[in-house]
C-alpha cells in the first residue's frame, strides 16, 4: 500500500530552527509537495522537489532523497506565524496526490 | 500562481437539505478537479476526481449519489451534498489542475460545511 508518515506534532521556540521529516512508500513517484495549512484554512504551496537535493526558498527549505524514500522541511528563523500544520504530499505514477497526515507546528515565544 | 475560487466560504444548513458547493478556476482551465474532505485535526482526504465532460471517479467508501460531483466546464466543478446529516459536517477543499500530467494542483478556499 502507499504510507507517508511524518510526525503528529512537534514544538519550536521563536527564532529557532526546526526540521519536518517525511518518509514516503508509493507506487511511483513524481514529485514531493510540502504545504502549510493554518487551522479552517486551505493549504498553501511551500515547495516542490522531484530530484534529489535541496531547495531553498528563503527561511523554508526542502530536502529530497529519492532513494530512501525521505524528505524534510526545514524552517529557520522561526515566527509566531508558522505556527500551522505542515502537510506532506507524494505524486505518484498516476498523478494522484498521496497525503500525510500533517504535522502541526507549534512555535512558542 | 493559478487562482482557484471556491464557494461559499461556510454554509449552515438543516439536516436533510442539500448544499452545493463551487470551485472555479479564475485564470486557467482545469481539466481536472478533485475534491477532498478533511475532518478536525486530520489530513486531505480524496473524496473523488472529475475531468472535464465525464463521470466523477469516487474513492471507496464515498458515496456517490450522495456526493453529487458536476464538472461541465473548464473552469467550473460542483459539489452537492444530497440529504446533509450532521456527520456531513466538514470542511470540503476542491483543488485545480491544469492537465492530467500536471504536477502542481492549486487549493479553493475550503469551504466549512455545518449540517444542524
Known amino acids: 500500500g502507499q504510507n507517508i508518515d511524518q510526525p503528529t506534532e512537534m514544538t519550536a521556540t521563536e527564532g529557532a530552527i526546526v526540521q519536518i521529516n517525511c518518509t514516503y512508500q508509493?507506487?511511483?513517484?513524481?514529485?514531493l509537495f510540502w504545504y502549510q495549512q493554518h487551522a479552517g484554512e486551505a493549504p498553501t504551496f511551500l515547495s516542490y522537489n522531484v530530484l534529489d537535493g535541496l531547495e531553498e526558498k528563503g527561511r523554508f527549505s526542502s530536502f529530497l532523497s529519492r532513494s530512501k524514500g525521505y524528505s524534510y522541511l526545514l524552517l529557520k528563523e522561526l515566527q509566531m506565524k508558522d505556527s500551522a500544520s505542515y502537510l506532506c504530499a507524494v505524486l505518484d505514477s498516476n498523478y494522484q496526490l498521496i497525503w500525510g497526515a500533517g504535522t502541526k507546528l507549534i512555535i512558542k515565544p | 500562481g493559478a487562482v482557484v475560487s471556491q464557494h461559499p466560504s461556510w454554509v449552515i444548513c438543516k439536516s436533510g437539505t442539500s448544499v452545493k458547493i463551487e470551485c472555479r478556476s479564475l485564470?486557467?482551465?482545469?481539466?481536472?478537479m478533485f475534491w477532498y474532505r478533511q475532518f478536525p485535526k486530520q489530513s486531505l482526504m480524496l473524496m473523488a476526481t472529475s475531468n472535464e465532460g465525464s463521470k466523477a471517479t469516487y474513492e471507496q467508501g464515498v458515496e456517490k449519489d450522495k456526493f453529487l460531483i458536476n464538472h461541465a466546464s473548464l473552469t467550473l466543478s460542483t459539489l452537492t451534498v444530497t440529504s446533509a446529516h450532521p456527520e456531513d459536517s466538514s470542511f470540503y477543499i476542491c483543488?485545480?489542475?491544469?492537465?492530467?500530467?500536471?504536477?502542481?494542483?492549486?487549493f479553493g478556499q475550503g469551504t466549512r460545511l455545518t449540517v444542524v
Open positions: 508509493t507506487s511511483g513517484f513524481n514529485g
Open positions: 483543488s485545480a489542475r491544469s492537465s492530467s500530467s500536471s504536477t502542481e494542483a492549486f
Open positions: 485564470d486557467f482551465q482545469a481539466t481536472t
